[in-house]
């Protein structure tokens, strides 16, 4: 998994500070499923699953899934790969770049944090 934006205080995850998440389908079954796995959410993922086009992903086909994921884990969000970049935010992006950090375990998530 990979991470390289936050958006500090998420209205749509419920105030709290949250990464934007790039996942392989490996590890949505491995690490996003035991946090949320309905029906809805698993059709959701299938929905926005594609690859992005965005830096080096472009020749990559790995990183397929994206989540805005909250510090604590609460809150999880499947979204297609557009929408930190999308047009729709103008100069009002709330989402903010950080070095691209590779990690193993949502867990991990709480010590990028902690380190920014």
């Known amino acids: 998994m990979i991470t390289r934006l936050i958006w500090r205080k998420s ?7 949250s990464f934007w998440v790039e996942c392989t389908d490996q590890e949505v079954v491995d690490h ?15 929905f926005n699953r594609g690859p992005s086009t965005i830096n080096e ?11 805005l994921i909250s510090v604590d884990l609460k809150d999880v969000l499947s979204f297609n790969w557009v929408y930190p970049y999308a047009g729709m935010w103008n100069a009002a ?3 903010r770049e950080i070095d691209k950090v590779h990690f193993d375990d949502l867990e991990q998530l709480k010590e990028i944090y902690s380190n920014l």
């Open 57 to 67: 992903n472009q020749n990559e086909n790995i990183y397929t899934n994206f989540f």
């Open 93 to 95: 992006n709330p989402f």
């Open 11 to 17: 209205w749509i995850n419920n105030e709290k500070d």
């Open 32 to 46: 996003i499923f035991p946090l949320q796995s309905d029906d809805d959410f698993k059709k959701e993922i299938e």
